[in-house]
């Protein structure tokens, strides 16, 4: 010490000490915190991407089945050519439909 004081050289000593290892560990636990940080985010990112995975397999597989009933219901061959343009325009809708919910989950 520089001059002397009331205080016991071993409490300044012990309170310095002190100091110097709190500022000793604060950069690692800044850098701590922010590998925290990063590693919850990226969490966060794979589990929206997963559940933009589910809901694509979910839209996909409804259009697969309404395109198979919109086939299965065509009775005969004139049925097919009266109602063709029906099934059609329904099937064409359904894969705009599926091709606008892509390029949303791709954005």
Do not use: C
Request: glycine share 8%; proline share 2%; net charge negative.
């Amino acid at each position: 010490m520089a001059f002397p004081t009331a205080v016991n050289d071993q409490i300044t000593d012990a309170v310095t000490q002190s100091n110097v290892k709190v500022l000793a560990e604060a950069p690692a636990m800044a850098m701590g915190s922010i590998y925290q940080t990063m590693v919850h985010s990226t969490g966060i990112m794979f589990q929206n991407a997963v559940s933009a995975q589910q809901q694509q397999t979910m839209l996909s597989q409804a259009v697969a089945g309404m395109g198979v009933t919109q086939i299965y219901n065509v009775d005969t061959l004139a049925g097919a050519m009266a109602a063709q343009g029906g099934v059609a325009d329904n099937l064409s809708s359904l894969l705009a439909a599926l091709q606008a919910f892509r390029a949303q989950a791709g954005s």
